[in-house]
C-alpha cells in the first residue's frame, strides 16, 4: 500500500523503526511525486518504555531511533506531526484505501508478532481521512522541528485541541 501510492500517503503509527519500511518511505519522499503525512509519538519516555512495545520491538528502538527515523523523513519533505498520546495505527493511500491495524511499524511487528488488520475501501476510507485530517491540523501539538546548533533539535508546540463535533 506504501509503495502504490501515487498522491497522498497518511501513516499513524505509534513508533516507526522499520529499515524497508522507511526506505520506501524515504525514496517517495525523495521523488517527491506523493505528499505524505505522518501521526506519530515523539515523547521518548513512551518510546523507550518496555511496558508499550513488545521485547523484540524495544530492543530494535536500541539499535535504530525512531526519533531519528522521524527527522530523516521530515528533512527530505514528509510532514511530521506529533501528539503524547499517539497510538493508533493505520495506513490511508491515495484517500482510496486505507489499512487500519494493530502492528506497530516495526522489523518485530511485521515479521515476528502476531498482528491483526482489515483493509478498507470506500465510505470508511473517507471517514479515516476526515479523522486523520482533524487530528493532523488540531489534535497534533508537535507541528514542527527547528534545529538550533549541530546537535540539537527542538520542536515547536501549539496548544490547539480537537473539538467533540469534528
Not at 509519538?41 to 535504530?64: G, I, N, V
Not at 497534533?140 to 546548533?149: D, E, F, I, N
Amino acid at each position: 500500500m506504501i509503495e502504490e501510492a501515487s498522491s497522498v500517503l497518511k501513516i499513524c503509527s505509534f513508533i516507526i523503526t522499520d529499515q524497508d519500511i522507511f526506505d520506501v518511505l524515504l525514496e517517495k519522499a525523495k521523488a517527491g511525486k506523493t505528499a505524505i503525512f505522518i501521526l506519530t509519538q515523539l515523547d521518548q519516555s513512551k518510546l523507550f518504555a518496555s511496558s508499550l512495545l513488545t521485547e523484540e520491538e524495544f530492543l530494535e528502538t536500541q539499535s535504530r531511533r525512531h526519533t531519528d527515523v522521524i527527522k530523516t523523513l521530515y528533512g527530505d519533505g514528509v510532514h511530521v506531526r506529533a501528539a503524547e498520546t499517539a497510538h493508533a495505527k493505520f495506513i490511508i493511500a491515495d484517500r482510496t484505501a486505507a489499512l487500519l491495524m494493530s502492528a506497530n511499524l516495526t522489523t518485530p511487528s511485521m515479521t515476528i508478532n502476531t498482528e491483526s488488520a482489515f483493509i478498507l475501501k470506500g465510505d470508511e476510507v473517507k471517514a479515516l481521512d476526515l479523522l486523520f485530517d482533524v487530528i493532523f491540523q488540531k489534535g497534533a501539538p508537535y507541528k514542527k522541528y527547528l534545529t538550533a546548533g549541530k546537535n540539537k533539535q527542538y520542536i515547536v508546540q501549539s496548544q490547539e485541541g480537537v473539538e467533540g463535533k469534528w
